[in-house]
């Protein structure tokens, strides 16, 4: 039996036969376990967004989404705001790096945990998460509180100590209600 614990309703399951019915869900993301170095930059800089939305496009990057991009930009240092096609080679290449290590590690450690049985209570939240899903909990690198930005169906969460130099970047909603008295930088915290 299949449920979905969440009450938005977005999860899907889909079954197909044979490379060709799986080839119908591709979105054309490249695998970035194989990619190299410059073609990860390739599909990176293919379009001008904010390094968090490439991150999580799946018509650039398969198998990232929303969790795990969050996770690739705090291993990385990178802010999740900085603009593709504005990145140095230095920081895109650091990104590739933190890309492989980080969706590695958690290929592993999830089959890990499932063993040879089906995988139970599937979450993009998990306590081994560095900043994921882990709003005002301290950094388990620099020990700074996790921030978050919202949107209408998703959140990001960022390190301020080692993401953004100290910056609180906006969150919309919570800096039109507060003005005046919203956070700019991790010492006003
Ligand atoms: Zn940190």
């Known amino acids: ?57 799946p018509r650039l990057f398969s198998g990232i989404g929303n969790a795990y991009s969050d996770e690739i930009l705090h291993r990385a240092g990178l802010s999740p705001f900085v603009q593709t096609q504005k990145m140095t080679a230095e920081q895109a290449g650091r990104l590739h790096a933190a890309t492989q290590q980080v969706m590695a590690e958690w290929i592993e450690r999830l089959r890990e945990q499932a063993g040879d049985d089906f995988p139970r209570e599937v979450t993009a939240f998990r306590p081994e998460m560095a900043v994921h899903g882990r709003f005002g909990k301290p950094c388990p690198v620099c020990g700074a509180p996790v921030q978050r930005i919202r949107y209408a169906n998703n959140e990001t969460n960022y390190c301020p100590g080692c993401q953004t130099g100290g ?11 507060l003005k005046d008295d919203w956070p700019r930088h991790l010492e006003e915290l």
């Open 167 to 177: 910056q609180i970047l906006a969150d919309r909603s919570l800096s039109r209600l």
């Open 1 to 57: 039996m299949l449920t979905e614990a969440g009450a938005k309703r977005r999860a899907a399951l889909f079954v197909v036969q044979g490379s060709d019915g799986l080839a119908e869900h591709d979105r054309g993301g490249i695998d970035v376990l194989a990619a190299s170095e410059v073609e990860f930059e390739a599909a990176l800089r293919r379009e001008n967004h904010t390094v968090k939305r490439a991150l999580a496009d």
